[in-house]
């Protein structure tokens, strides 16, 4: 059975399959936002979504995060560092690559199990 939450007509925010959580990509509402604020922001929409599914940032399995510019890598890192759990930190690629919003300054795709 697939499990979809906040269906939308293009895409649905998180599936859920066989015990393993799909998040589509996150990106942050108020975009005025520094990188570091974006990211904030983007990895609380990721704690409340892998909460909708009965999961939590410590089952993450793999992150996927997407920066327009590479010079914003080292602040988003503290962010990130700051929120995940030591000891149970995922698999993760970070490239740049251009949003489809140009003042989204962070966009993160996560896998997790439930």
């Not at 942050?28 to 990895?43: E, H, K, M, N, P």
């Not at 793999?62 to 988003?76: E, K, R, S, T, V």
Request: net charge negative; hydrophobic share 50%; no cysteine.
């Amino acid at each position: 059975m697939i499990q979809r939450f906040e269906v939308g007509p293009r895409l649905s925010e998180m599936a859920v399959h066989n015990g393993t959580v799909y998040l589509a990509g996150q990106v942050a509402d108020d975009t005025s936002l520094s990188i570091q604020g974006q990211t904030r922001q983007v990895l609380e929409a990721i704690d409340a979504l892998l909460a909708q599914a009965g999961s939590d940032k410590a089952r993450i399995l793999h992150a996927q995060i997407f920066l327009p510019d590479l010079q914003d890598f080292a602040a988003m890192n503290q962010v990130w560092e700051a929120w995940v759990v030591p000891g149970h930190t995922p698999t993760r690629a970070t490239v740049q690559a251009a949003l489809a919003n140009p003042k989204w300054k962070i966009e993160i795709v996560v896998t997790a199990a439930v």
